[in-house]
T-cell receptor
């Protein structure tokens, strides 16, 4: 059973703070890792992809991958109320199907 | 560039009826995927097309579900006959290659009464 685990939250952070979202996965053969943001009733929107150990930065977003610990995280700097959404961790383990976590609900308070 | 579009956005039908969902992938994307999210659960894979060919349908729940992609463009997912447990949000995604990020549509919210 390929599992992707996320804390469901809600994670509440004040505006301007750093939001830290975490994800663990069970399949050591996993190769590609994605973070999607989903607003209620809307499509999951890809915000970050990461394929190798270390950090990857894109604007206010930083994805971190540690394959030895089977752990991937997403940091959002200078959080804004518009960042309030559900963040989905998705893992591709050599096949074609993404394995999703249940998502973490983030609330950024003004 | 137009994104992945799905139709209808909502569908409410009675148990035993038939429903057909449609997905138009991003133009030029050969890979098309169907996923489903039932209430309280994570998004789960249903199947994967490359052009008009089914590559993997291991996630299809049972033979009441039929997916097609004639001509390798848009895809349909038919549920016949619908059961209560089929309720959920059905997402379609597409990618240019299977190892490239998948881009999702807004989904079809299906309610079976």
């Amino acid at each position: 059973q390929k599992e992707v685990e996320q804390n469901s939250g809600p994670l509440s952070v004040p505006e301007g703070a750093i939001a830290s979202l975490n994800c663990t996965y069970s399949d050591r053969g996993s190769q590609s890792f994605f973070w999607y943001r989903q607003y209620s009733g809307k499509s999951p929107e890809l915000i970050m992809s990461i394929y190798s150990n270390g950090d990857k930065e894109d604007g206010r977003f930083t994805a971190q991958l540690n394959k030895a610990s089977q752990y991937v995280s997403l940091l959002i700097r200078d959080s804004q109320p518009s960042d309030s959404a559900t963040y989905l961790c998705a893992v591709l383990a050599g096949g074609y199907a993404l394995n999703f976590g249940k998502g973490t609900s983030l609330l950024v308070t003004p | 560039e137009a994104g992945v579009t799905q139709f209808p956005s909502h569908s409410v039908i009675e148990k035993g009826q038939t429903v057909t969902l449609r997905c138009d992938p991003i133009s030029g994307h050969d890979n098309l995927y169907w996923y489903r999210r039932v209430m309280g659960k994570e998004i789960k894979f249903l199947l994967h097309f490359v052009k008009e060919s089914k590559q993997d349908e291991s996630g299809m729940p049972n033979n009441r579900f039929l997916a097609e992609r004639t001509g390798g463009t848009y895809s349909t997912l038919k549920v016949q006959p619908a059961e209560l447990e089929d309720s959920g949000v059905y997402f379609c995604a597409s990618s240019s290659r299977h190892d490239q990020p998948q881009h999702f549509g807004d989904g079809t919210r299906l309610s079976i009464l």
